[in-house]
Every structure is written in C-alpha cells, then in structure tokens.
C-alpha cells in the first residue's frame, strides 16, 4: 500500500489550499486520515474519511473550516483547507487503515500505512 500527498505551499492566511491523498496498491474501501505535525509538536489529528462512504471526522480546530471528499475514480482523498491561519502551518501527513472506528478514529496506532508528508505554510 502506498499513500502519496500533494498540493501543499505557501498560502496567505485567509486563503485556501487542497491537499491530496493517492492511494494505490489496495481497494479504496479503506478508511483515510489526515494529521499534521508542526515544529516542535507532536503530530496531531485532522480529519479522517471513514471507509467508502462512511462518515466524516474533523478536529475542532478545523471543523467549519476544512473539509474531506473522496474521489473514488482516482482513489484519491482530499482536504480541502479554507480560512487559513498561521497557526495551521505544518507537515501534513495521509494515513490509511482497516481497523478504523469512531472511537480510535483520531489515533495514529489505528492506521497502518502512511504517506509522506507535504508542507503546508500559512503567512500572516
């Protein structure tokens, strides 16, 4: 299984940014998560798309703000970041697993394969 992210840069705070997860080497039935490590943090959780068509889970930190979609043509999952802010800036990692629930949703131990990550910088 491998997990490419894409589309990160550098965005003026305010604007909007879409990053994009594709994975191969698997059905897309898996569940997708998006987290995000910033210097000197711990890597922390985004947003997750669970399976194919199953729900959609985002941090209160980006809820209203950040969006996730499926492509299922392209297998490919998307974060769409709107309203930017600084503090948003960080390397932001994809991530797919099978054992994903509501409850370990957030948690990095539920998913199995990762991408690299793809900088996102957010100026004031």
């Known amino acids: 299984v491998q997990l490419q992210a894409s589309g990160g840069g550098l965005v003026q705070a305010g604007g909007s940014l879409r990053l994009s997860c594709v994975i191969s080497?698997?059905?897309?039935?898996?569940?997708v998560g998006w987290f995000r490590q910033a210097p000197g943090m711990e890597r922390s959780f985004v947003g997750a798309s669970h399976r194919s068509g199953g729900g959609i889970y985002l941090a209160d930190s980006v809820k209203g703000r950040f969006t996730i979609s499926r492509d299922n043509a392209r297998n490919t999952v998307n974060l769409q970041m709107n309203s930017v802010r600084p503090e948003d800036t960080a390397v932001y990692y994809c991530?797919?697993?099978?054992?994903?629930?509501?409850?370990?949703?957030?948690?990095?131990?539920?998913?199995?394969?990762w991408g690299l990550g793809t900088q996102v910088t957010v100026s004031s």
């Open positions: 080497g698997r059905t897309f039935s898996t569940s």
């Open positions: 991530a797919a697993g099978d054992t994903v629930i509501a409850s370990n949703v957030a948690s990095q131990s539920a998913y199995a394969y």
